[in-house]
């Protein structure tokens, strides 16, 4: 039996589990309404990728391939129709989308990557949410990474460490 249900709640893992689609509203309006992957990986708005959990949201300016974002170019895979890649954009990524990578710092670096030092590791069970401050140009981010890829790489034992932003995950919208 295909019957709709309009189902309301605020706890963004239980939306994720039950919908098919999902709308996202804020002050009776709505913001975004699309499958509920599309949801998550591309939100519409700053205020949309706020409301589902998107911990690093940077102003940017954009200038056809790339943005920038505090210093360090950063080239982008995928941008929606409704955003021109030129002028003052918003740039978002998951914490989960954003790697750490066992590059030497002093090494000549691939794109989309630069240097951080963690400065918070907050461990929530079988997960660590750790910020990085740049070292050098780059944007202060928030990294998530699951208790294994913590551990086999030793996250603990150093602060420095390479911080790649994914251009596929590269979220960019109007800016606000």
């Known amino acids: 039996m295909d019957v709709p249900v309009i189902f309301?709640?605020?706890d963004l893992r239980e939306a994720h589990l039950l919908a098919e689609s999902i709308a996202v509203l804020d002050g009776g309006a709505v913001l975004q309404f699309c499958p509920r992957d599309e949801t998550f990986r591309r939100p519409a708005s700053r205020r949309v990728a706020e409301l589902t959990g998107v911990l690093n949201l940077f102003a940017s300016v954009a200038d056809r391939t790339r943005v920038l974002v505090?210093?360090?170019?950063?080239r982008v895979e995928r941008t929606?129709?409704?955003v021109e890649l030129a002028g003052a954009v918003?740039?978002?990524?998951r914490a989960e989308r954003c790697l750490l990578r066992r590059f030497d710092p002093d090494d000549p670096l691939p794109e989309?990557?630069?240097v951080a030092d963690i400065v918070?590791?907050?461990t929530f069970g079988n997960s660590h949410?750790?910020?990085l401050t740049p070292i050098g140009p780059g944007p202060l981010v928030e990294v998530e990474t699951a208790a294994r890829p913590y551990e086999v790489p030793g996250v603990a034992s150093r602060a420095r460490w390479v911080v790649e932003l994914p251009a596929e995950d590269l979220i960019v919208m109007p800016r606000a």
């Open 80 to 82: 929606p129709a409704s």
């Open 129 to 131: 949410t750790l910020r």
């Open 70 to 74: 505090d210093g360090p170019p950063l």
């Open 120 to 122: 918070a590791d907050h």
């Open 90 to 93: 918003d740039v978002a990524i």
């Open 112 to 114: 989309n990557c630069f």
């Open 8 to 10: 309301v709640t605020h």
